[in-house]
């Protein structure tokens, strides 16, 4: 199946501090959205993004969409506790439905 | 609205034996789809349906079957259930564009499955 290769796999980082991670993929996507999962929840939608070399932001979080539209990138600045959790990436073709997801960031973030 | 709505939230049963995870959406979301997450997996797709009537497998869908009789509810069958099915698994809906891609998943909590 599609992969979409997701890094970094884990972070830990000190409060206020900024956290880049991104999403690659060997196909072109029309669609990157960004969710992050709390721990015993389901993912929640941070971002989407439509168009190649979109540039989004939601709070502190900006996202953008790759211009070659194989990857994504997600930039949390001034990070704080309440960001801890895990985020996936995933992306979706113009045809289909289906949606692929990578494998995952778990964020720890450190008072 | 209550979204998407998961039951049960915890189920432990025995290698062989059968059950349905339920799953409904209150938001008249043509696209429904079941997923499983496991440790350094991601979500995986297992199946998935466009409408009321029409079901498709997605990556993994060896051991489940779905059905989608209403718009709203998407249940997903184990028949026998093995060890290897112990998972998280997350029912998620959204709106068909046709032409342009789907809006974005709405996820349910999740049901988290042991088979013993």
């Known amino acids: 199946g599609q992969q979409l290769n997701q890094s970094p796999q884990s972070m830990f980082i000190q409060e206020g501090e900024d956290v880049s991670m991104n999403c690659t993929s060997s196909s072109i996507f029309n669609t990157w959205l960004w969710y992050k999962q709390d721990p015993g929840e389901g993912p929640v939608l941070l971002i989407a993004?439509?168009?190649?070399?979109e540039l989004t932001s939601n709070g502190r979080l900006t996202a953008q969409f790759g211009i070659t539209r194989k990857d994504s990138f997600l930039n949390i600045s001034a990070s704080i506790p309440s960001d801890v959790g895990i985020y996936f990436c995933?992306?979706?073709?113009?045809?289909?439905?289906?949606?692929?997801f990578g494998t995952g960031t778990s964020l720890t973030v450190i008072p | 609205n209550a979204g998407v709505t998961q039951t049960p939230k915890f189920q432990v049963l025995k290698t062989g034996q059968s059950m349905t995870l339920q799953c409904a959406q209150d938001?008249?979301?043509?696209?429904m789809s079941w997923y499983r997450q496991d440790p350094g997996m991601g979500l995986r797709l297992i199946h998935y349906s466009v409408g009321a009537g029409i079901t498709d497998q997605g990556e993994v869908p060896n051991g489940y079957n779905v059905s989608r009789s209403t718009t709203e509810d998407f249940p997903l069958r184990l028949l026998s259930a093995a060890p290897s099915q112990t998972s998280v698994y997350f029912c998620?809906?959204?709106?068909?564009?046709?032409?342009?891609?789907?809006?974005?998943?709405?996820f349910g909590n999740g049901t988290r499955l042991t088979v013993t």
């Open positions: 998620a809906s959204s709106y068909r564009r046709t032409g342009s891609p789907n809006s974005p998943l709405h």
């Open positions: 993004l439509y168009k190649a070399g």
């Open positions: 995933a992306g979706q073709r113009n045809t289909g439905n289906q949606f692929y």
């Open positions: 938001m008249n979301h043509e696209y």
